[in-house]
């Protein structure tokens, strides 16, 4: 069944630490999405990507680095973590259009 | 200025037919709307889209006014599954640069038993 998955589901960093988020999709999409929220807000989007090799800043970049290696694959890095990045990350997928795959999420606490 | 307003939160009895609506005076001729929900511990997920009329899935149903200023996302016989927070959303058919969705805080739908 074609899904989008995230890995780790949850994680606990130490402030000015490295953390790297890992999406995988299955759904043979050329675009991929790394969206953040925050409690009690819609989401953001932070990178996106429609080829491999390929990223692109969303509305909210600052802080973060994407990864694209393969079509299946996106990566989202945070070099020095920080407190104001603790939220929920969530990875998408789709084919162009705008009925996106989501995978269930990342929580992500920064202490 | 955003582009869509729902109400913030609506409350509904299983079984019933429950209705959100959304209003988006500005709506480009170009532009969608998109409906999602996203449920407690899991990413959002794509309900239905239309551009103007009356659109029907399994999952729901959607109305757009004649101006297309407001739309209607339409339930029949909710259950405590349904309990979610739906966004609508308005965007060219590819997102516009980037083929980019942007939600906004959506409509909190309770649910009682």
């Known amino acids: 069944e074609a899904a989008v998955t995230q890995s780790p589901r949850s994680k606990v960093a130490v402030t000015g630490g490295k953390v790297t988020l890992s999406c995988h999709q299955t759904?043979?999409?050329?675009?991929m999405y790394w969206y953040r929220q925050d409690t009690g807000h819609g989401l953001r989007l932070i990178h996106y990507s429609y080829v491999a090799d390929s990223t692109e800043k969303g509305d909210i970049p600052d802080g973060y680095k994407a990864s694209r290696p393969s079509q299946e694959n996106f990566s989202l890095i945070l070099e020095l973590a920080s407190l104001s990045q603790t939220a929920v990350y969530f990875c998408?997928?789709?084919?162009?259009?705008?009925?996106?795959?989501f995978g269930s999420g990342t929580r992500l606490l920064v202490i | 200025l955003a582009k869509t307003t729902q109400p913030p939160s609506m409350e509904a009895y299983e079984g019933q037919e429950v209705n959100v609506s959304c209003s988006h005076t500005?709506?480009?001729?170009?532009?969608?709307i998109y409906w999602y929900r996203q449920v407690p511990h899991q990413g959002p997920q794509f309900i239905i889209q239309?551009?103007?009329d009356y659109v029907v899935n399994e999952v729901a149903s959607l109305f757009i006014s004649a101006d297309r200023k407001l739309s209607t996302l339409s339930l029949p016989w909710v259950s405590l599954r349904d309990a979610a927070v739906y966004y609508c959303?308005?965007?060219?058919?590819?997102?516009?640069?980037?083929?980019?969705?942007?939600f906004g805080t959506g409509t909190l739908l309770s649910v009682k038993p």
């Open positions: 998408a997928s789709s084919d162009g259009g705008l009925d996106y795959t």
């Open positions: 759904n043979n999409h050329d675009y």
């Open positions: 239309g551009y103007k």
């Open positions: 500005n709506i480009a001729t170009s532009e969608y």
């Open positions: 959303i308005v965007t060219d058919r590819y997102g516009g640069s980037g083929n980019k969705l942007i």
